[in-house]
């Protein structure tokens, strides 16, 4: 598979983003933003078809350029399979969320369209990069146009939330960062020479001691578990979803929570082995306590955007539980959560956005009924809710059972026969147990929700008046920015082995590195409580 494939799918977008900067006036704006990201589907259709699948644990159509040779710094991509799948979920939203804003937005068009379209190539960029230095400035500057979209372009309580968004992520991502250059001084002390390629790294950080690899393993987490959010460093989620503009809910939900996941998995994991092994019992049990408790909250939220968002703590605590069970069933279902999660979630903030044009009103208890007035859009929002739920037959349902099938299995009694089993973590039925709990809880609140807004007599908000430009029920060109997400929803719910059998060979690569690496700490004689150098 050729780079220049990978190296287009950051070029477009920024060369659009130019585009709509410096093409004219704002009336143009979400015209060349829609083209941009419609052009950047080809480069990504590309890469799916020229992908090599019986290599997919390779990183492939890979390159690489020097900037300070002396310092042993470049700038390297490539792509395994579940790199790929990540970025074919983020080229698919780009023009998602260019559609669903072209009657939202009405003033500095030029600046969200423009900030809309860098973000996209900043995400693409982490997921590409095989070079730390890439890897953390494109990790990194994903925050800068986050901020400014809740900042600029949220709603009224949108100053606290964009601060709160920034403080919480950028802290973490300092200490990350810490953990990272640890792990780069470690590696040039073994190798007597500076890299930052993450190969390199992986390998070098798999000799450090299990005394090491806790102090670094903690770093990692401080800044991947923020951005996840994992309970209980998750309060900025919910603010920030909540005033964030209907794209800017879609992106955060659909991609960017995915970085914290995907940071773990490509990070903390094969980096820390042996810590993530030992620790990997409290990991769970603060993503179980996760699920229950942002369920809870849902349970009694009115704001119907607050709820769906504190969903999404609780919907990527699965995601953490299938990582902690360091076994296939548990590391597939993870990544299955990662792309599920984006389509399922990011339909249901799509949902909430053209509500909200129509009422401008978030509040349950104030709009009711609505499939009497707009039968399409309550057909789509029960779709999404059920996808989000874990109905069988949908996306959500493979992961989540994935997820839990890793967490029961995480123990040598209950690992199946001819199954790998956990990399000596001791997990169980009753972590399986507990978060099944945070299932039905799901299935409760989300059911409520629909039930309120959908059925029962019509309730509008006092004062109601008809929106200028959209009908009462959803347009073509709304109906359309929602197909591919419920087309993706149909096809990974019903054929789910299509993308478990992409992931087979680097799930099973990682959990061959956590091995290797938990043996390799445990010959250095070194303990949990032993000092930190050799």
């Not at 780009?94 to 500095?108: E, F, M, R």
């Not at 959500?396 to 994935?402: A, Q, Y």
Request: net charge neutral; aromatic share 12%; with cysteine.
């Amino acid at each position: 598979m050729s780079p220049l494939w990978t190296i287009l799918l950051i070029l477009v977008p920024l060369a659009g983003a130019l585009l709509v900067i410096f093409g004219g006036d704002g009336k143009n704006a979400y015209r060349d933003a829609l083209w941009a990201s419609i052009a950047s589907l080809v480069p990504a259709v590309m890469m799916l078809i020229r992908f090599d699948y019986t290599r997919a644990a390779e990183f492939q159509g890979a390159a690489s350029w020097t900037w300070i040779e002396q310092l042993g710094l470049r700038l390297s991509i490539g792509t395994d399979s579940i790199a790929l799948l990540l970025i074919a979920l983020t080229v698919l939203l780009g023009p998602v969320c260019v559609l669903a804003s072209k009657t939202a937005i009405t003033k500095h068009r030029r600046m969200y369209y423009a900030w809309l379209l860098i973000l996209q190539a900043a995400m693409v960029g982490v997921f590409a990069s095989r070079d730390l230095l890439m890897f953390y400035i494109c990790f990194e500057f994903t925050l800068l146009p986050m901020f400014v979209l809740i900042r600029m372009f949220g709603s009224t309580n949108r100053v606290a939330a964009s601060t709160k968004f920034f403080l919480y992520t950028f802290t973490g991502s300092i200490i990350a960062l810490a953990g990272l250059v640890y792990v780069v001084g470690f590696a040039a002390d073994l190798n007597g020479a500076w890299s930052l390629d993450i190969g390199v790294l992986t390998a070098a950080a798999a000799q450090m001691s299990a005394g090491q690899q806790a102090m670094v393993l903690g770093a990692l987490l401080a800044g991947f578990a923020v951005k996840v959010p994992l309970f209980p460093v998750h309060t900025w989620l919910p603010l920030a979803h909540t005033e964030a503009p209907t794209a800017g809910s879609v992106i955060l939900a659909g991609v960017l929570l995915k970085l914290g996941t995907y940071g773990i998995y490509r990070f903390a994991i094969p980096m820390a082995p042996a810590a993530f092994t030992e620790y990997a019992p409290a990991i769970a049990t603060l993503s179980i306590v996760g699920i229950i408790y942002a369920g809870l909250i849902c349970w009694i939220q009115d704001d119907i955007k607050k709820l769906v968002a504190y969903s999404s703590v609780s919907h990527l605590g699965f995601c953490v539980l299938g990582l902690a069970a360091l076994n296939a069933a548990g590391l597939s279902g993870s990544v299955l959560y990662m792309l599920s999660h984006g389509l399922s979630t990011g339909g249901l903030f799509l949902m909430i956005g053209f509500m909200y044009e129509r009422y401008h009103t978030r509040d349950m208890r104030k709009v009711s009924g609505l499939a009497s007035k707009m039968p399409v859009w309550a057909f789509f929002m029960v779709f999404f809710a059920m996808a989000s739920v874990g109905l069988p037959g949908l996306n959500g349902f493979p992961s989540e059972l994935l997820c839990l099938i890793g967490a029961f299995q995480a123990d040598e009694a209950w690992t199946l026969a001819g199954e790998p089993g956990a990399a000596g973590v001791t997990l169980g039925p009753w972590y399986a147990a507990v978060a099944g709990l945070g299932m039905v809880i799901a299935a409760m609140y989300l059911l409520i929700m629909v039930g309120r807004i959908c059925f029962g007599p019509l309730v509008e908000p006092e004062g109601h008046h008809a929106h200028a430009v959209l009908p009462d029920d959803l347009n073509t060109r709304e109906i359309i920015t929602l197909l591919p997400l419920a087309v993706g929803c149909l096809v990974f719910g019903f054929f789910p082995g299509l993308l478990l059998d992409a992931i087979h060979d680097p799930v099973n690569q990682t959990l061959e590195l956590v091995r290797a690496g938990s043996a390799a700490a445990a010959d250095t004689a070194g303990a949990f409580t032993q000092g930190v150098r050799p």
